[in-house]
C-alpha cells in the first residue's frame, strides 16, 4: 500500500494515487498569531487524523510556528480535491488569504 507525504509545494498540483492509499498533507502554521488551516476534502477522502507539531519543543521560543499535519486515506475512486484556506476563523474570507489546493485522482 502506498503512502505519499505533501507539503505546500505542491499547492496546484495533481496526484494520482490508488485506493486505499495513505496521504499525509503537512503544512506550515502558526496558531499563536490566530491563524490556522481551515482544510476542506472530498468525500472520496477520508480523514484519519490531525495534530499540531509545534517547531520549537523546548516552550522557550514564543510566537515560533510548527506545522499542520493530516493523515488521509483514498476511499473512493474519481477525482477528489484538497482545498484549504489560512486565516483567522472569526475573520471573513477576502480572498487576499494564503491558500492550499490539490487534486487527489484515485484510480
Do not use: C
Not at 495513505?22 to 506550515?28: A, G, I, V
Not at 514564543?62 to 483567522?88: C, D, F, M, P, R
Not at 471573513?92 to 488569504?97: F, I, R, S
Request: negative net charge; glycine residues 10%.
Amino acid at each position: 500500500m502506498g503512502h505519499y507525504v505533501v507539503t505546500e509545494e505542491q499547492h496546484n498540483a495533481t496526484l494520482f494515487v490508488q485506493l486505499n492509499n495513505t496521504l499525509t498533507l503537512r503544512l506550515p502554521e502558526n496558531p499563536t498569531t490566530g491563524y490556522s488551516w481551515n482544510l476542506t476534502i472530498s468525500p472520496g477522502l477520508s480523514l484519519l487524523d490531525d495534530s499540531y507539531i509545534p517547531s520549537d519543543t523546548s516552550g522557550k521560543i514564543l510566537g515560533s510556528g510548527g506545522i499542520h499535519e493530516w493523515n488521509l486515506t483514498a476511499v473512493a475512486k474519481g477525482e477528489q480535491k484538497i482545498q484549504g484556506v489560512y486565516k483567522k476563523p472569526w475573520e471573513p474570507v477576502t480572498g487576499n488569504e494564503t491558500t492550499f489546493t490539490m487534486t487527489i485522482v484515485v484510480t
